[in-house]
């Protein structure tokens, strides 16, 4: 009897283990993982950029067993709108914030009625976290005299729009308070102040917890974020982890083991810490077995930003715009062409390459997709289905009707097949020409540009092709208007949007 019972045992135990090793089904769906660098150049990239002098093994990786896109666009050149494209499927100009981006203080972008990506999965089964920096304003409690108190739960957060769970900053790592949240409350048990710095550590004078060191602030969220899909990797549910970096955007920051290690400036050090951070989360895959069919993309909010200090990093060779115009801010390439690389092993044939027009509000569509469903009227009114191209089928037109390009200060373009047409005579943003002094220059009203045979937008052929100019100009009226550029039942924009500046 007693063997009996010890033979059942060593059963039970290898059918246990065998059950926690098997592969998952082929319909299981899969693990999601969006990780979001801030403001890092698609030229950074060494899989991308062939004169690339920054080296990004861990980044290159992805493209070696998935996917890279040669044209991907974040909806928007600077980082809050961005965001919010990413997690509600949606251009941000459809909301309240028509340029620039939330502050210290703002309150949350999102509205609390809005689907999300987050909320979308959650619903079907997925546990959903989001690590990393947040960007999209947040409620928080006043006191008697109306200032913030920090101390107090928040409201209009990560975790009252889909996430389980949520661990990061507030906004960017340069905008005040310098605080970590874990769901809706500070970790700190103490403020203080600390005192702006410059240069490429700038940030700005304000509160500060106790247990934040802006140095530390990328490794912590990495290790929180690993710990994350080791804890999970098991679990009989699918997870989502959107995993928003503060990096490589200033401060700029990278520790003793990266400085020195591009032998370029501390931006391209800054950039070998934030592939480090890739690698990290792509061991964390393999050690827990799950990297077969778990979805991970990796991209950027926008372009570089002058920051990095363009000059200097020209001395080394080296262009985090790589042959594009501007950089972020900009309706020009550089401010919202990105780096986009999709490994997915169980779908994605390895060493792939996309050269269709994508963009970064398409994740809500494609994970829509991949569970074999559809989205409602007003889930995702600018998210198209990336999955067919995930897939490698040849399609016989392009996924996207056309694409809305939005700079710092509002000026729109829309990008449909080789033409890109631009409602404002300069950068709309922070190269040159910049909005002012366009205007002084009386530059043309419009900008159109052949992205086959011009990708350096040097020359405006508005005046040669009219009738581009109207059909394109038609197009964007009628996606203003209708509230969506997906088909479907007409959606309202939360406030007026106007297409001149």
């Given at each position: 009897?007693?063997?009996?019972?010890?033979?059942?045992?060593?059963?039970?135990?290898?059918?246990?283990?065998?059950?926690?090793?098997?592969?998952?089904?082929?319909?299981?769906?899969?693990?999601?993982?969006?990780?979001?660098?801030?403001?890092?150049?698609y030229g950074d990239i060494s899989a991308l950029n062939e004169n690339s002098?920054?080296?990004?093994?861990?980044?290159?990786?992805?493209?070696?067993?998935?996917?890279?896109?040669?044209?991907?666009?974040?909806?928007?050149?600077?980082?809050?709108?961005?965001?919010?494209?990413?997690?509600?499927?949606?251009?941000?100009?459809?909301?309240?914030?028509?340029?620039?981006?939330?502050?210290?203080?703002?309150?949350?972008?999102?509205?609390?009625?809005?689907?999300?990506?987050?909320?979308?999965?959650?619903?079907?089964?997925?546990?959903?976290?989001?690590?990393?920096?947040?960007?999209?304003?947040?409620?928080?409690?006043?006191?008697?005299?109306?200032?913030?108190?920090?101390?107090?739960?928040?409201?209009?957060?990560?975790?009252?729009?889909?996430?389980?769970?949520?661990?990061?900053?507030?906004?960017?790592?340069?905008?005040?308070?310098?605080?970590?949240?874990?769901?809706?409350?500070?970790?700190?048990?103490?403020?203080?102040?600390?005192?702006?710095?410059?240069?490429?550590?700038?940030?700005?004078?304000?509160?500060?917890?106790?247990?934040?060191?802006?140095?530390?602030?990328?490794?912590?969220?990495?290790?929180?974020?690993?710990?994350?899909?080791?804890?999970?990797?098991?679990?009989?549910?699918?997870?989502?982890?959107?995993?928003?970096?503060?990096?490589?955007?200033?401060?700029?920051?990278?520790?003793?083991?990266?400085?020195?290690?591009?032998?370029?400036?501390?931006?391209?050090?800054?950039?070998?810490?934030?592939?480090d951070v890739v690698g990290q989360v792509r061991r964390a895959l393999e050690?827990?077995?799950?990297?077969?069919?778990?979805?991970?993309?990796?991209?950027?909010?926008?372009?570089?930003?002058?920051?990095?200090?363009?000059?200097?990093?020209?001395?080394?060779?080296?262009?985090?715009?790589?042959?594009?115009?501007?950089?972020?801010?900009?309706?020009?390439?550089?401010?919202?062409?990105?780096?986009?690389?999709?490994?997915?092993?169980?779908?994605?044939?390895?060493?792939?390459?996309?050269?269709?027009?994508?963009?970064?509000?398409?994740?809500?569509?494609?994970?829509?997709?991949?569970?074999?469903?559809?989205?409602?009227?007003?889930?995702?009114?600018?998210?198209?289905?990336?999955?067919?191209?995930?897939?490698?089928?040849?399609?016989?037109?392009?996924?996207?009707?056309?694409?809305?390009?939005?700079?710092?200060?509002?000026?729109?373009?829309?990008?449909?097949?080789?033409?890109?047409?631009?409602?404002?005579?300069?950068?709309?943003?922070?190269?040159?020409?910049?909005?002012?002094?366009?205007?002084?220059?009386?530059?043309?009203?419009?900008?159109?540009?052949?992205?086959?045979?011009?990708?350096?937008?040097?020359?405006?052929?508005?005046?040669?092709?009219?009738?581009?100019?109207?059909?394109?100009?038609?197009?964007?009226?009628?996606?203003?208007?209708?509230?969506?550029?997906?088909?479907?039942?007409?959606?309202?924009?939360?406030?007026?949007?106007?297409?001149?500046?």
């Amino acid at each position: 009897m007693q063997k009996l019972s010890i033979l059942f045992v060593l059963f039970s135990s290898l059918l246990l283990m065998s059950c926690e090793n098997e592969p998952a089904a082929e319909n299981d769906p899969p693990n999601i993982i969006y990780i979001l660098a801030d403001d890092l150049g698609y030229g950074d990239i060494s899989a991308l950029n062939e004169n690339s002098k920054l080296q990004t093994p861990h980044i290159d990786a992805m493209a070696t067993n998935g996917m890279a896109f040669t044209d991907a666009h974040s909806n928007s050149a600077v980082c809050t709108p961005t965001r919010y494209g990413i997690l509600t499927g949606r251009y941000a100009w459809r909301s309240s914030l028509k340029n620039g981006v939330s502050w210290s203080w703002s309150e949350p972008l999102i509205q609390p009625e809005r689907p999300t990506v987050a909320s979308y999965l959650q619903a079907r089964d997925y546990q959903t976290a989001c690590i990393g920096k947040w960007h999209l304003g947040l409620g928080w409690a006043k006191d008697t005299s109306g200032m913030a108190d920090i101390t107090q739960p928040i409201k209009g957060g990560p975790v009252h729009l889909g996430f389980d769970y949520f661990y990061g900053i507030t906004a960017s790592l340069d905008i005040p308070p310098y605080v970590y949240i874990e769901n809706d409350r500070i970790t700190a048990t103490s403020i203080d102040t600390v005192e702006a710095e410059t240069g490429k550590r700038f940030w700005r004078r304000g509160p500060v917890g106790n247990d934040f060191k802006h140095e530390e602030v990328l490794p912590k969220l990495t290790e929180k974020a690993v710990e994350y899909i080791s804890g999970h990797a098991q679990d009989d549910q699918p997870f989502f982890l959107y995993f928003p970096l503060p990096a490589p955007h200033t401060p700029i920051l990278p520790t003793s083991a990266f400085q020195g290690k591009s032998k370029t400036n501390a931006y391209g050090d800054f950039v070998l810490m934030v592939d480090d951070v890739v690698g990290q989360v792509r061991r964390a895959l393999e050690a827990n077995g799950i990297a077969e069919n778990t979805l991970v993309i990796f991209t950027s909010d926008n372009g570089c930003s002058p920051m990095a200090d363009f000059e200097e990093l020209a001395t080394f060779d080296h262009n985090p715009s790589y042959v594009f115009r501007g950089h972020k801010a900009d309706i020009f390439e550089g401010g919202h062409r990105v780096p986009f690389l999709v490994q997915w092993p169980r779908t994605i044939p390895q060493g792939s390459v996309s050269d269709e027009t994508v963009c970064l509000t398409d994740l809500m569509a494609t994970a829509a997709a991949i569970l074999q469903d559809s989205l409602s009227a007003g889930e995702g009114e600018d998210s198209y289905n990336l999955l067919p191209l995930l897939e490698g089928q040849t399609l016989s037109a392009p996924v996207r009707e056309a694409t809305v390009h939005h700079s710092i200060n509002g000026s729109f373009s829309i990008r449909q097949g080789k033409w890109k047409l631009a409602f404002c005579p300069g950068s709309g943003g922070w190269s040159a020409p910049r909005p002012q002094e366009a205007e002084k220059m009386e530059l043309p009203p419009v900008q159109l540009f052949d992205m086959e045979s011009d990708l350096a937008e040097a020359n405006n052929l508005s005046e040669q092709h009219p009738e581009i100019v109207s059909r394109l100009t038609a197009l964007m009226e009628r996606y203003i208007a209708e509230g969506r550029s997906t088909p479907g039942a007409a959606q309202k924009n939360d406030t007026e949007t106007l297409l001149y500046r």
